[in-house]
């Protein structure tokens, strides 16, 4: 996959988004000279810096797509075990300065689009209730991507490019909650735990959630390196969120949140889902990892709304606002997503 970042030392181009090489694959030493010095000034910071400012703040979709492409990459460096003795340029400023300049600029790009300003969140006695209304009435919740179009009118290959997209998130949710657990006080963290669990299959191999979601794809034949090229901005959006929330521990009252509106979401969706597969008589065996989301996460999201929102929301108001933001992210973003799977299914085009 190509990466989108043009890194200058010397004034001469290290790579460029017409070269195929990874950015990632500069050495820690050539990372280590981009850093040196009054590294704010570096060509290859102040190009980065400009592409945040056209892409999140200047609504340029290209610049943006290219950021979130880095991002990602960013995260997999963080997250993928890679070879032994493999050097990686996980740990070092140069990969650190880039993560977080992009996301400053991202976490001010959802704040501008999710709004939260004018809702009124409620006080602890009454936030859990109210959040599981607020999540339960959104646009997002009754979306036409789901209970219109894939149930009823769906095509295969519908279906499949609605698997590639989806990959940008479902791959990944067993390491989003090993990660949200993280210095989590105790009764979240038991509850984050039971979610973990089942996403481990219950300690059944068969069943891991990752592996089952990895066999849904191979039933259509699509590779990782597929799955990972056709990714639209608003799938990497969705994927890259979800990773940022449960890797930032300045983030984890918004990642509680985010993950409150995902599990209570999800069930609805995958019986929609369901009926479409079922539509198009795909084998019902490749469809276990959306069956079983069906069967447990309704009650893991009435789990996650008593033993974590509402214990955390009595800590402050300010956990509750950001617990609000978390669901609101993730409502828009997914909102945003879904109206562009319409505009993208093969058959509508």
């Given at each position: ?9 010397e004034?001469?181009k290290?790579?460029n988004s ?6 990632l694959a500069?050495?820690r ?18 190009h ?20 979130h492409r ?5 995260y997999r ?5 890679p070879d032994?003795?493999?050097e990686?340029?996980?740990g070092?400023?140069?990969i ?6 992009i996301?400053?600029g991202?976490i ?14 409620p ?7 109210w959040?599981?209304?607020?999540v ?12 219109e ?5 769906a095509t295969?290959e519908?279906?499949?490019f ?6 940008a998130?479902d ?6 909650l ?8 105790g009764?979240?963290?038991m ?19 990752s592996?089952l ?7 259509f034949s ?5 799955a ?35 599990e209570?979401l999800?069930?609805k ?6 009926r ?12 276990k ?5 069906i069967?447990?996460d ?11 929102v509402a214990?955390?929301s009595?800590?402050s ?10 669901a609101?992210y ?10 562009k799977l319409l ?5 509508q085009?």
């Amino acid at each position: 996959m190509r990466r989108f970042l043009i890194l200058v030392k010397e004034g001469r181009k290290i790579m460029n988004s017409s070269e195929t090489n990874d950015f990632l694959a500069i050495s820690r030493g050539e990372a280590a000279v981009l850093m040196g010095g009054a590294w704010q000034e570096n060509s290859w910071f102040r190009h980065l810096s400009k592409l945040v400012k056209k892409g999140f703040y200047e609504g340029d979709n290209e610049s943006q797509l290219q950021l979130h492409r880095i991002l990602n990459s960013i995260y997999r460096v963080l997250t993928v075990v890679p070879d032994p003795g493999a050097e990686t340029l996980e740990g070092t400023p140069y990969i650190e300065s880039i993560r977080s300049t992009i996301e400053k600029g991202f976490i001010d790009w959802l704040n501008d689009t999710c709004v939260l300003n004018g809702i009124v969140v409620p006080g602890e006695t009454s936030f859990a209730n109210w959040l599981w209304q607020f999540v339960e009435t959104h646009p997002a919740a009754t979306h036409q991507a789901y209970f219109e179009f894939l149930a009823n009118r769906a095509t295969i290959e519908d279906l499949r490019f609605y698997l590639v997209q989806e990959s940008a998130i479902d791959a990944s949710t067993d390491d989003f909650l090993a990660s949200l657990q993280i210095g989590a006080p105790g009764e979240a963290k038991m509850e984050i735990a039971r979610n973990y669990w089942d996403e481990m299959g219950e300690g059944d191999p068969n069943f891991l959630h990752s592996t089952l979601f990895s066999d849904a794809l191979g039933a259509f034949s699509i590779s990782n390196m597929e799955a990972e090229n056709a990714l639209t901005l608003e799938a990497l959006i969705c994927g890259n969120l979800q990773q940022m929330v449960g890797l930032r521990r300045n983030l984890f009252h918004i990642g509680v949140g985010y993950f409150g509106a995902t599990e209570q979401l999800v069930p609805k969706r995958f019986e929609a889902l369901k009926r479409g597969w079922e539509r198009v008589g795909l084998n019902p065996s490749a469809a276990k990892y959306h069956m079983l989301h069906i069967e447990v996460d309704g009650g893991h999201s009435e789990g996650w709304y008593q033993n974590v929102v509402a214990p955390l929301s009595k800590r402050s108001e300010q956990v509750r606002r950001e617990i609000t933001t978390g669901a609101l992210y993730r409502l828009v973003t997914s909102h945003i997503y879904l109206d562009k799977l319409l505009r993208d299914f093969p058959s509508q085009n």
